[in-house]
């Protein structure tokens, strides 16, 4: 009886051990790409440092040309937010034009309140395939088909997921630095079609473009910067048209507090 016990033993602790290999196994052939993690811009205290053993779903990568395209692949825009962009378009004398854009983003839909440098305001609202466009005090408006760009031309904003489809040959600068106090992606590349070079600073805490310049032999023709954002977006903001119709309620999501701007 006593060796029938060893046995049954002995065979339990080789199951055992057969489930645990596979299971440590099955975690590298089955689970998904590790996302990215980002270095550090000051060396962490020891104490702080991160545990390579625990890194579990995340893989620290440099900010260099080879690599920023995957980085920025890694980052995610907010669904609900708020935020305030200026933008410039610079001449040989200076400033030519600013226009300033009050933006709010939820479920999918753009609202934004753009005053004009000739001091007219344009009002743009894009969600659903839809774009509808009218200046203040206006009670009828224009309706567009809207692409994946729309919102951000809305804005007067370049779209900095498109690096990710840049030749990696026209990559001319990237890394991990500071800009507004806020940790950012940089990256630059070079558009050899028309001479000029963009410009882009993506924070990693927000996936936002916070600041964009184009120029073109050294000298800066456009400037774009919004750092400060609100998230989520406040509750029972419509997204309406001029003549009362709303197209779009924000509202704030189940735990979620009331917003609190971030810098």
């Not at 900010?63 to 920025?72: G, I, K, L, N």
């Not at 400033?95 to 854009?101: K, L, N, P, R, V």
């Not at 001479?195 to 882009?200: D, H, L, M, P, R």
Request: proline fraction near 6%.
């Amino acid at each position: 009886m006593e060796k029938g016990h060893r046995n049954l033993l002995a065979a339990l602790v080789a199951v055992v051990m057969a489930v645990a290999l596979f299971s440590a196994f099955s975690i590298n052939l089955f689970h998904k790409t590790p996302a990215v993690v980002l270095p550090s811009l000051e060396p962490l205290p020891a104490a702080s440092a991160p545990d390579p053993g625990a890194a579990g779903d995340y893989r620290r990568v440099e900010v260099t040309r080879d690599t920023v395209q995957q980085v920025v692949a890694t980052l995610e825009r907010p669904e609900s937010y708020t935020r305030s962009v200026n933008v410039e378009t610079v001449g040989g004398t200076g400033t030519t034009g600013e226009t300033t854009a009050q933006v709010t983003v939820d479920g999918g839909w753009t609202s934004s309140q753009l005053t004009l440098p000739d001091g007219r305001v344009c009002h743009s609202v894009v969600g659903e395939g839809k774009r509808y466009v009218w200046y203040a005090g206006q009670r009828r408006w224009q309706e567009y088909d809207a692409s994946d760009h729309s919102a951000d031309l809305a804005q007067r904003l370049p779209t900095y997921e498109d690096v990710l489809a840049a030749d990696k040959a026209n990559i001319v600068e990237a890394q991990y630095v500071l800009t507004g106090s806020l940790p950012c992606v940089y990256i630059a590349v070079a558009e050899p079609e028309f001479g000029y070079v963009e410009s882009y600073w993506v924070s990693v805490d927000t996936g936002l473009l916070v600041r964009a310049e184009s120029s073109k032999d050294g000298q800066v023709f456009y400037r774009m910067s919004g750092y400060t954002v609100e998230t989520p977006a406040a509750p029972s903001l419509s997204f309406a048209l001029p003549d009362g119709t709303v197209l779009h309620t924000t509202s704030l999501p189940d735990g979620a507090e009331t917003p609190a701007p971030t810098q």
